[in-house]
């Protein structure tokens, strides 16, 4: 069984920069959220979506946008990227409900 | 707008009992209790969760006061590759869907 799958692993960016970010969930795992987490941190909240809705937006700027297609599978969109934006994006699918969430290994994202 | 209060790190022999402490005293009648943990910049790993019973599984234990105040996992005997970032979380309820706001962890050394 193939677990929450991300893509790229490493990516290197520009500042003022856009860059997409690729989840593929669990299979049969309509839930699927996003992360961002700056080195020595935890996990960020960025967004939730469930059956392709977002269900909830932490507390980012507009500069991130996501969005969740018909087989759950995801994106997130980074735009004008900043230093700050530099962390290891982390997409976590589950079923729904309160069931626990299986992460991904991450994106890591460098912007010079 | 973690829920959560962790000891920022401990350690614990090889072979012995880890019991992590999590204080959650504003926790709501609905919201979970979820343990995660993360192991040098991969994604977090899910270990247990429970509601208001105590709940075991292969990995760990749960153990919920009895006012869902606090929580222990227990790790019945640590090995070295258990050394990792715990991470105590409240899952936030968002209508039919939950989403998980970490803290900063408790930093777990397992010494040979």
């Known amino acids: 069984d193939a677990g929450v799958t991300q893509s790229p692993t490493h990516l290197i960016k520009t500042r003022g920069q856009h860059v997409t970010l690729r989840c593929s969930p669990i299979?049969?795992?309509?839930?699927v959220s996003w992360y961002q987490q700056v080195l020595g941190q935890g996990p960020q909240f960025i967004f939730q979506y469930y059956e392709k809705e977002e269900r909830g937006r932490g507390n980012f700027p507009d500069r991130f946008s996501a969005r969740q297609f018909p087989n759950y599978s995801s994106e997130l969109n980074v735009n004008a990227l900043l230093l700050g934006d530099s962390a290891l994006y982390l997409c976590a699918s589950s079923y729904g409900g309160s069931g626990g969430y299986t992460f991904g290994s991450g994106t890591r994202l460098t912007v010079v | 707008d973690a829920k959560t209060t962790q000891p920022p790190s401990m350690d614990c022999a090889e072979g012995r009992a880890a019991n992590l402490p999590c204080n959650h005293s504003?926790?709501?009648?609905?919201?979970?209790v979820y343990w995660y943990r993360q192991i040098h910049s991969q994604g977090p790993q899910y270990i247990i969760h429970?509601?208001?019973n105590n709940e075991t599984n292969e990995m760990a234990s749960l153990i919920i006061t009895e006012d869902r105040k606090s929580s222990t996992l227990i790790l019945p005997h640590a090995t070295l590759r258990d050394t990792a970032v715990y991470y105590c979380i409240v899952s936030l309820r968002i209508g039919s869907s939950y989403k998980l706001i970490f803290g900063s962890g408790t930093r777990l050394l397992v010494r040979p």
């Open positions: 299979s049969g795992h309509k839930s």
């Open positions: 504003t926790i709501s009648g609905n919201e979970y």
């Open positions: 429970g509601l208001k």
